[in-house]
């Protein structure tokens, strides 16, 4: 089975959940207490899809804005970037789309992007109807999930939906940044920067 690197940026605001989701993601852990990220952090995760496994190189970006300039550093050559902002927060959902703008002027022209409306756990006090951000991501053909990395909601779904999106090797598409064929390797790396 051909292994394949897929590098994955996430962005979003400072505290919207990107480190969260990511852990959760590859640790199927939790951590409320969780450091905002400085600069930005990376993990691995390899999983399956079709007759290929996908090794997620994710780069978790920090989101204070005094790294912002540091973003176009981890998304280029990325295959795909998750966008990440708290339902109970409009304004991280307005900064979002400022996110997609820079992504489409400075990113990779082929990137899978993908929008995360994390924090779902908190529909009680949320700001950001669902189907406004939906009905926005299908207006750039992003992909929409509502994740909530405290309860384990979504997460390994919105990884699964950027694999749907990615052009199998079978296709002819081994050739564009971001996708390396590489043999078949079982490790999940953890490194900090």
Not at 9 to 35: A, H, M, Q, Y
Not at 49 to 62: G, M, V
Not at 115 to 135: Q, S, T
Request: some cysteine; overall charge positive.
């Amino acid at each position: 089975m051909a292994l394949r690197e897929l590098k994955v940026c996430l962005l979003g605001d400072t505290g919207v959940g990107k480190s969260s989701i990511v852990w959760r993601f590859v640790e199927d852990s939790f951590d409320p207490n969780i450091n905002p990220t400085i600069g930005a952090s990376f993990m691995t995760k390899t999983v399956p899809h079709q007759n290929e496994l996908h090794k997620f190189l994710i780069w978790d970006t920090a989101g204070q804005e005094r790294f912002r300039a540091l973003a176009p550093m981890y998304y280029r050559g990325s295959t795909a970037a998750i966008i990440v902002y708290d339902i109970t927060k409009e304004e991280t959902f307005s900064t979002l789309k400022n996110w997609v703008k820079e992504l489409r002027q400075h990113g990779p022209p082929n990137i899978v992007v993908a929008i995360a409306g994390n924090k779902c756990d908190l529909n009680d006090v949320r700001e950001v109807l669902e189907k406004e951000a939906k009905d926005y991501a299908d207006s750039i053909n992003a992909v929409f999930v509502e994740t909530s990395a405290k309860n384990a909601i979504n997460i390994n779904e919105l990884f699964i939906e950027i694999s749907k999106r990615i052009p199998s090797a079978n296709a002819g598409a081994t050739s564009g940044k971001g996708f390396k064929l590489r043999r078949q390797s079982s490790e999940v790396e953890r490194r900090c920067c």
